[in-house]
């Protein structure tokens, strides 16, 4: 199963919770994140980031970074490029769907949304201030 396969499955399953936290934002964000490549758009990528510094750091559940993002997209910015680290986790979706579907799964959704956000930490200050300027 490729890795967008396993998106889908993992997408199907947060979906299907329908939990007012909405939990498969993070997902959304941190797939976006660790799979981003040169020819993903920098809004993508800044968003996505945005998201797991609010769910990590901020501790914004799933529903308030997708009001965030509502909020941030009203900006008609250029939004600035983020530097790619090469290695963007430990953890990844695969990972993820080798847990049983409940508290363990949804306990590996945070500790794949913590791998991924550590690996950005060089633009952690850069999503910060974006964070502050675009969010009021």
């Not at 996505?48 to 993002?69: D, M, N």
Request: glycine letters at 2%; proline letters at 2%; a positive charge.
């Amino acid at each position: 199963m490729t890795s967008q396969e396993q998106f889908h499955e993992l997408s199907f399953y947060t979906l299907s919770l329908q939990d007012k936290y909405f939990i498969h934002q993070h997902i959304v964000d941190a797939y976006a994140a660790q799979t981003a490549d040169i020819n993903t758009k920098p809004i993508k990528i800044i968003f996505s980031l945005v998201g797991l510094y609010l769910f990590i750091e901020k501790k914004y559940t799933g529903r308030e970074v997708q009001l965030a993002h509502m909020q941030m997209a009203e900006n008609k910015i250029t939004w600035q490029k983020i530097i790619l680290p090469i290695k963007r986790g430990n953890i990844n979706v695969s990972d993820v769907l080798t847990k049983t579907a409940g508290p363990e799964r949804d306990a590996m959704i945070k500790q794949w949304c913590v791998s991924v956000w550590d690996a950005f930490q060089n633009s952690r200050q850069t999503i910060i201030s974006i964070t502050e300027t675009t969010l009021k």
